[in-house]
Nanobody, 121 residues
Framework: QVQLVESGGGSVQPGGSLRLSCAAS????????MGWYRQAPGKQRELVAA???????NYADSAKDRFTISRDNAKITVSLQMNSLKPEDTAVYYC???????????????WGQGTQVIVSS
């Protein structure tokens, strides 16, 4: 079973930067697309950025040109470099992984516990 652990959250001032990291551990046949989602209080969880095993990325419009997602397939980690942070970026950020548990199983999704990001002066 795959588990995801996020780190790197915290409080920063507007315009500051944070780097979030997500480490995957456990047993699975394969881990495919990984990504970052965020959820603000009272809001629906939304995609921030995702990346395939081959390095193809997808960003929310709000994240383009400010955030960069990357992954290390050997270490099975995914990171999110966040620059020029705005108060609207305040949310709990969750790591997500698309997982195939066995060779014959379908895909399932695994979530981390989340890491808080607060952007305020």
């Amino acid at each position: 079973q795959v588990q995801l652990v996020e780190s790197g959250g915290g409080s920063v001032q507007p315009g500051g930067s944070l780097r979030l990291s997500c480490a995957a551990s456990g047993v699975a046949f394969s881990i495919n697309t990984m990504g970052w989602y965020r959820q603000a209080p009272g809001k629906q969880r939304e995609l921030v950025a995702a990346i395939t095993r081959g390095g193809v990325t997808n960003y929310a419009d709000s994240a383009k040109d400010r955030f960069t997602i990357s992954r290390d397939n050997a270490k099975i980690t995914v990171s999110l470099q966040m620059n020029s942070l705005k108060p609207e970026d305040t949310a709990v950020y969750y790591c997500n992984a698309e997982v195939r548990r066995t060779a014959v199983a379908g895909l399932t999704y695994v979530w981390g516990q989340g890491t808080q990001v607060i952007v305020s002066s």
